[in-house]
């Protein structure tokens, strides 16, 4: 089994600054893509960024230069630094992955973490 645990999100003033961290553990043979999605109240759940496993990432409109994903592959462990944080970024943040344990692949997700921004 595989597992993805997130670490790092709180409350900040906007403006501020947050750091989230996920890493995935367990049968993991190779990472092909992770990435983070959000989900505030009363809103479908969105993809906020992701990477591949060459580095190449995506972001949303709304968090593009503000919002840096990046992963350490040796770590099985991707990060989202967040800068200049708006109240319309607060919301329970979940990291996923694909991941092959050598004989399928499969998509898995972390608890979520929440990230309040507050005026």
């Known amino acids: 089994q595989v597992q993805l645990v997130e670490s790092g999100g709180g409350l900040v003033q906007a403006g501020g600054s947050l750091r989230l961290s996920c890493a995935a553990s367990g049968s993991i043979f190779i990472i092909v893509g992770m990435g983070w999605y959000r989900q505030a109240p009363g809103k479908q759940r969105e993809l906020v960024a992701s990477?591949?496993?060459?580095?190449?990432?995506t972001y949303t409109d709304s968090v593009k230069g503000r919002f840096t994903i990046s992963r350490d592959n040796a770590k099985n462990t991707v990060f989202l630094q967040m800068n200049s944080l708006k109240p319309e970024d607060t919301a329970v943040y979940y990291c996923?992955?694909?991941?092959?344990?050598?004989?399928?692949?499969?998509?898995?997700w972390g608890q979520g973490t929440q990230v309040t921004v507050s005026i």
């Open positions: 990477i591949t496993a060459s580095g190449s990432t």
């Open positions: 996923a992955a694909k991941i092959s344990d050598s004989l399928k692949w499969s998509d898995y």
